[in-house]
Antibody, heavy 118, light 112 residues
Framework: EVRLVESGGGLVQPGGSLRLSCSASGFTFRTSWMSWVRQVPGKGLEWVANMNDDGRERYYVDSVKGRFTISRDNAKNTLYLQMDSLRAEDTAVYYC???????????WGQGTQLTVSS | DVVMTQSPLSLPVTLGQPASISCRSSQSLLSSDGNTYLTWFQQRPGRSPRRLIYEVSNRDSGVPGRFSGSGSDTDFTLEISRVEADDVGVYFCMQGTFWPHTFGQGTNLEIK
């Protein structure tokens, strides 16, 4: 059974940092593209970042470029999202997902809530 | 960025009746590899999104046959042949042809 479990969310002050983790099981993580998508509760979905299997290709939405870094540890089957210089508008539920092809996420985690507030 | 526009945003449907959601993109989603990367997701209340349809018309395993996707170029449709109570939720289209991938605003399907 495929499982994706996000962790690391919480309450952070503006300008602060946080690292999200996504632990994967039930599929071959090391050969999979992976993505982060966020959702403001009650609102729509926004693609944040994704990366290829070996980490050489990474893509970010403009609003997080230079502040967020996607990375992975294939030995630990874990995806990360390092978030720096956080802003109130980054407040959202963050989902990780397996991305088999062009953003078509076939498995999603349960999400982790990030709140940026003073 | 490619803008994805869904309509309607709210869709009240009587049980057993059909439903249709439109999704239009601001530019053609036909990729240079010949594929069209348009995906439909369902998000039930309080749940994570779930993929229903990928590459316009390919239904995921486990997705009931009453769901179907169609379209091309900039105009796409998700149809539910006979709505069931289990179908309540928000439906999103998403394009994966261009980076950044972008979603439609979502269509809230509810039972009348």
């Amino acid at each position: 059974e495929v499982r994706l479990v996000e962790s690391g969310g919480g309450l952070v002050q503006p300008g602060g940092s946080l690292r999200l983790s996504c632990s994967a099981s039930g599929f071959t993580f090391r050969t999979s593209w992976m993505s982060w998508v966020r959702q403001v509760p009650g609102k729509g979905l926004e693609w944040v970042a994704n990366m290829n299997d070996d980490g050489r290709e990474r893509y970010y939405v403009d609003s997080v470029k230079g502040r967020f870094t996607i990375s992975r540890d294939n030995a630990k089957n874990t995806l990360y999202l390092q978030m720096d210089s956080l802003r109130a508008e980054d407040t959202a539920v963050y989902y990780c997902g397996r991305d088999p092809k062009h953003g078509s996420i076939d498995y999603w985690g349960q999400g982790t809530q990030l709140t940026v507030s003073s | 960025d490619v803008v994805m526009t869904q309509s309607p945003l709210s869709l009240p449907v009587t049980l057993g009746q059909p439903a249709s959601i439109s999704c239009r993109s601001s530019q053609s989603l036909l990729s240079s590899d010949g594929n069209t990367y348009l995906t439909w997701f369902q998000q039930r209340p309080g749940r994570s999104p779930r993929r229903l349809i990928y590459e316009v018309s390919n239904r995921d395993s486990g997705v009931p046959g009453r769901f179907s996707g169609s379209g091309s170029d900039t105009d796409f449709t998700l149809e539910i042949s006979r709505v069931e109570a289990d179908d309540v939720g928000v439906y999103f289209c998403m394009q994966g042809t261009f980076w950044p991938h972008t979603f439609g605003q979502g269509t809230n399907l509810e039972i009348k």
